[in-house]
Each structure stands twice: as C-alpha cells, then as structure tokens.
C-alpha cells in the first residue's frame, strides 16, 4: 500500500525558514518524481515544486522560485521542501504526491497524496 | 501559464440527478504526437487530500466508480456524474499537465440540493 507522511509543518514568522518532510513508502521511490503542493485555508490547489527520481530534476512555481528548495534521499525514500525567507501568503496546507506514471522524468498528475502538513506564516 | 477555468464555482444536484462541471483551458492540452490530453479532474472532500477521479481527460483510475467520466478534447473539457450520491459531496478540480508549471482550476463544489 502507498503512504505518504508529510511532516515539518509549524508556525514560523515571517522571513523564517522550515523543512518539510515527506516519508514515503509500498512504491519503488526513485522511479517516480514527486511533488509539493499547497493549498492556502479556504482556496485552491496551487503547485510548488517537483522532482524527478532518476535524474534529480527540479522545477519550481515563479511564486517561490529562489526561496525554496525540493530534494530527495531516495535511499531513504524520503522528499523534502527547504523553505526560506517564508512570507504570509506562504501560510497553506503542504501536500507531497506521487506522479501516477513511471517515467524518468516527469507527467506530473498525482496518483497518491499525503494528508498535508500545515505551515502557518505569522508574526 | 496556461490557466485553467472552471465553470460553475458550485452547483446543487439531487440524489440519483446529473451534476456537469466545465473546465477551459487558455491553451490546448492535446499532445498531437500522442493524441492525448493532458488533463485530469480530482475530488476533493472535506479535510482530505484531493484523489485522483480521471487522466488523459477521459481514463478513470482504479477504483473509481462508472458514474464518473471525462470527456472533451483541446481546451474544453467537461467532468459528469452521472447519478449524484451523497459521497460526491466535494469539491472537484481540474488539472493541466500539458506544460510546466501545472496549473489547476478553480474547484466547483457539489452539494446535494
């Protein structure tokens, strides 16, 4: 069975940085990129980052280009999100999720979701 | 960014009844080389994750019921359930994976009228 384990989630202030974590397990990690994605209280799904599992590939919302950082263990089955200079609208739900297809690079549509961490930005 | 719009914001159906959500996007998502869209529509319910309901606009994942289906092709696609059951109660989204960044809609959310 897919899990994914978002943790890290906190109340920070603004300009603050924090590390998310995302333990994945019941799927072959590496071959498969995997995503963050928030969702701010009451609004929509909003992409954040991504990366591939093969070739370590990343990409990045213009919204926190720059600010944060996506990686992964994959020998610990393990994808982070280094968040830095954290500002208000940043305060969201933080989900990681599996893309559905195996690929070396990336679809980018999300078979299995965690249950999200929250991140709250406020002074 | 390709965006996508979602039409209505909300609509109530009443069980056993036809619910219909629209979603355009400002540019194609058909892959001519594959002839494939590169489209999917999530559900989202109450204080959970979204789950995925359909990919490539019209193949249902695992475990989802007939009583979903997508269709359209382009930039017009278009979510149906066919008999509204009181677990549809949620808020649906559809996703573009044409080209980075992935963009979603909106959401429209279901009630039971």
């Known amino acids: 069975e897919v899990q994914l384990l978002e943790s890290g989630g906190d109340l920070v202030q603004p300009g603050g940085s924090l590390r998310l974590s995302c333990a994945a397990s019941?799927?072959?990690?590496?071959?498969?990129?995997m995503t963050w994605v928030r969702q701010a209280p009451g609004k929509g799904l909003e992409w954040v980052s991504s990366?591939?599992?093969?070739?370590?590939?990343?990409s990045y919302a213009d919204s926190v280009e720059g600010r944060f950082t996506v990686s992964r263990d994959n020998s610990k089955n393990t994808l982070y999100l280094q968040m830095n200079s954290l500002r208000v609208e940043d305060t969201a739900v933080y989900y990681c999720?599996?893309?559905?297809?195996?690929?070396?690079?990336?679809?980018?549509?999300?078979?299995?979701w965690g249950q999200g961490t929250l991140v709250t930005v406020s002074s | 960014d390709i965006v996508m719009t979602q039409s209505p914001d909300s609509l109530a159906v009443s069980l056993g009844e036809r619910a219909t959500i629209n979603c355009k996007a400002s540019?194609?998502?058909?892959?001519?080389?594959?002839?494939?869209?590169?489209l999917a529509w999530y559900q989202q319910r109450p204080r959970q994750p979204p789950k995925l309901l359909i990919y490539?606009?019209?193949t249902r994942e695992s475990g989802v019921p007939d009583r979903f289906r997508g269709s359209g092709s382009g930039t017009d696609f278009t979510l149906t359930i066919s008999s509204l059951q009181a677990e549809d109660v949620a808020l649906y989204y559809c996703?573009?994976?044409?080209?980075?960044?992935?963009?979603f809609g909106g959401g429209t959310k279901v009630e039971i009228k």
């Open positions: 996703q573009q994976f044409y080209s980075t960044p992935p963009t």
């Open positions: 019941g799927f072959t990690f590496i071959d498969y990129a």
């Open positions: 540019h194609s998502v058909l892959y001519s080389s594959s002839n494939k869209n590169y």
């Open positions: 999720a599996k893309d559905k297809p195996y690929s070396t690079g990336w679809f980018l549509f999300f078979d299995y």
């Open positions: 490539w606009a019209s």
């Open positions: 990366m591939s599992g093969h070739t370590g590939t990343t």
